[in-house]
């Protein structure tokens, strides 16, 4: 079994940035992918940028490039999403994913994997 467990999230005003951080533990799998999605209330879990474990594939939803960026301790089986210029549209819970595959997917699915998810609130 795997367990991920996000940090980071918390309150901040449009225009300011956050850095979540998800470790994984247990049986990690290298070779692994790590990805990030958020949800609202009352809506599907979105995609939010995803990484594989060489580095080769990386991947963002349209609404963060350019804002956002993901980047992996493979080392230290943990994965970072570095949040700038946040708009209160970011506002979601946050959940980390770990796929044992090496492909990087922005379907909800093939993610084996999931952490309890971190609030991140953006004020306007």
């Known amino acids: 079994q795997v367990q991920l467990v996000e940090s980071g999230g918390g309150l901040v005003q449009a225009g300011g940035s956050l850095r979540l951080s998800c470790e994984a533990s247990?049986?990690?799998?290298?070779?692994?992918?790590m990805a990030w999605f958020r949800q609202v209330p009352g809506k599907e879990r979105e995609f939010v940028a995803g990484?594989?474990?060489?580095?080769?594939?990386?991947m963002y939803a349209d609404s963060v490039r350019g804002r956002f960026t993901i980047s992996r301790d493979n080392a230290k089986n943990t994965v970072f999403l570095q949040m700038r210029s946040l708009k209160p549209e970011d506002t979601a819970i946050y959940y980390c994913a770990l796929d044992t595959s090496a492909v990087v997917s922005r379907r909800a699915e093939p993610y084996d994997y999931w952490g309890r998810g971190t609030q991140v609130t953006v004020s306007s």
């Open positions: 247990g049986r990690t799998f290298s070779g692994n992918t």
């Open positions: 990484r594989s474990w060489s580095g080769d594939y990386i």
